[in-house]
T-cell receptor, first 115, second 109 residues
């Protein structure tokens, strides 16, 4: 079945560091990928919609200059958390879908901890 | 996305069927019902989806009422590994999915 791969699965870094998270669709092409964030004991919240070859669309309250999204190919989207601070610590999850009514599939998530 | 309502939690004995209900009374005629689950510290996992007919796959069965205002996800023989939060979602178009609180299913040994 369709698989979405996310890397890294976890990262710990110092405050002020920039962190890049990759999301790949392994056996289908995805013109659109989505990035979510999940804080402890809460549900997933959409951060942005990543469109291949164009600028991402950010949800209200999500800083586009802090969370840089690049979707340079039909199988890869990246999320870069720039100058990360402890409040950015969270579980980041991407999703992608193929064509038609095919369901979205999710990566396994990236647990980001900023010290 | 169309609004969905699910019970916050359910328990099920291991080996028994788990029946998870979902109300989606505002669903439109061409909108699908999708079910996902999230096991602790993992990304959501797609389970099944349907439009109006009942559906079955290797993971579960989906029963949709004739008026399409509600559905039930059935795990025929629940195991401890089925303990998770289950989400019923009715997306509008091909946009991102909106996750509510879901139903926390606890499978008891």
């Amino acid at each position: 079945g369709a698989v979405v791969s996310q890397h890294p699965s976890w990262v710990i870094c110092k405050s002020g560091t920039s962190v890049k998270i990759e999301c790949r669709s392994l056996d289908f092409q995805a013109t659109t990928m989505f990035w979510y964030r999940q804080f402890p004991k809460q549900s997933l919240m959409l951060m942005a919609t990543s469109n291949e070859g164009s600028k991402a669309t950010y949800e209200q309250g999500v800083e586009k200059d802090k969370f840089l999204i690049n979707h340079a190919s039909l199988t890869l989207s990246t999320l870069t958390v720039t100058s990360a601070h402890p409040e950015d610590s969270s579980f980041y999850i991407c999703s992608a879908s193929g064509t038609g009514d095919q369901p979205q599939h999710f990566g396994d998530g990236t647990r980001l901890s900023i010290l | 996305d169309a609004k969905t309502t699910q019970p916050p939690s359910m328990d099920c004995a291991e080996g028994r069927a788990a029946n998870l209900p979902c109300n989606h009374s505002t669903i439109s005629g061409n909108e699908y019902v999708y079910w996902y689950r999230q096991i602790h510290s993992q990304g959501p996992q797609y389970i099944i989806h349907g439009l109006k007919n009942n559906e079955t796959n290797e993971m579960a069965s989906l029963i949709i009422t004739e008026d399409r205002k509600s559905s039930t996800l059935i795990l025929p023989h629940a195991t401890l590994r089925d303990t998770a939060v289950y989400y019923c979602i009715v997306p509008r178009g091909r946009r991102a999915l909106t996750f509510g609180s879901g139903t926390r299913l606890q499978v008891q040994p």
